[in-house]
């Protein structure tokens, strides 16, 4: 018998008690049902991947893209699926509002809203129009009366406004204001994680990889750990240098599977066969 939704949720808070988890980021079901195969325990849409899935740059898609993207993924899988919700898809508190109760009835079990108006070119929204904004999504969830887990997330060092001071007071604000974790992508080191940690404790933070491993993030006390776009990436470069080997010079050597990286993908996608 599959999970409840409810039961999806309460699993999804309880990852982020102790520990430290990998929440791997799928942009489709495929995707997502083998991730779920590899043995994760939740998972994490990410904007970037569907939008090249969708032939849209990131950021470049509307809500309801999103929203019907994300009931694809909670069908698709038995484990907690955090959604992507960038900038919940509205500036103001009341739109953010109504844009993440639209979110929770597609039965996930996060979210994470951010205070980049919109994309790496934009800049953040002011301080205290982003904590009115983490706050209306707060009311969403307590009035939707469904346990969804509230990620804030702090955007100045991914789009190239590396200030740590103003990070973590915003981090800090957001999570008076509601916010289950926090989370500034584009974190590089130790100093900068380890100060993350320390403004919001007791509560979890979700670091970027960048490269670093699973071990050395732990030891910096991030309690859950996202690729981003990266899978996603990975797979449409792998697509992009292979047909382009064909296009150019007619060899078909690199776009066949390799025996060794095998994937047995008839039996994975079996699980959800009719």
């Not at 809500?63 to 900038?87: G, R, Y």
């Not at 190239?160 to 008076?176: H, I, K, M, N, V």
Request: proline share 5%; aromatic share 8%; charged share 20%.
């Amino acid at each position: 018998m599959r999970p409840t939704i409810s039961e999806k949720r309460s699993t999804f808070r309880a990852l982020h008690e102790a520990g430290c988890f990998v929440i791997p980021n799928p942009w489709d079901a495929g995707s997502a049902v083998i991730l779920e195969d590899l043995g994760f325990k939740a998972l994490a849409s990410t904007s970037a991947g569907l939008a090249w899935s969708q032939a849209r740059p990131d950021n470049g898609l509307v809500v309801e893209t999103v929203l019907d993207h994300l009931s694809v993924l909670v069908d698709a899988v038995d484990i907690p699926i955090n959604a992507d919700f960038e900038n919940a898809f509205a500036e103001d508190p009341s739109g953010v509002e109504n844009n993440v109760s639209r979110a929770i009835e597609t039965g996930i079990a996060g979210l994470s809203v951010e205070d980049s108006a919109g994309g790496r070119n934009a800049g953040l929204y002011d301080f205290d129009l982003s904590v009115e904004r983490i706050a209306a999504a707060r009311t969403a969830i307590d009035q939707s009366g469904h346990d969804v887990f509230l990620t804030a997330r702090s955007e100045g060092f991914f789009i190239g406004q590396p200030d740590l001071d103003e990070t973590l007071r915003r981090l800090a604000a957001y999570s008076d204001a509601g916010a289950d974790c926090l989370y500034a992508p584009g974190l590089k080191d130790k100093d900068q994680i380890t100060a993350v940690v320390q403004a919001v404790a007791p509560k979890p933070v979700n670091v970027l990889t960048l490269g670093l491993p699973l071990e050395t993030l732990a030891e910096f006390g991030a309690r859950r750990v996202s690729v981003g776009g990266s899978l996603a990436h990975a797979a449409y470069a792998e697509l992009w240098h292979s047909a382009k080997d064909i296009a150019e010079t007619g060899n078909f050597e690199t776009s066949k599977p390799n025996p060794g990286r095998g994937v047995p993908f008839n039996k994975i996608f079996s699980k959800r066969s009719v």
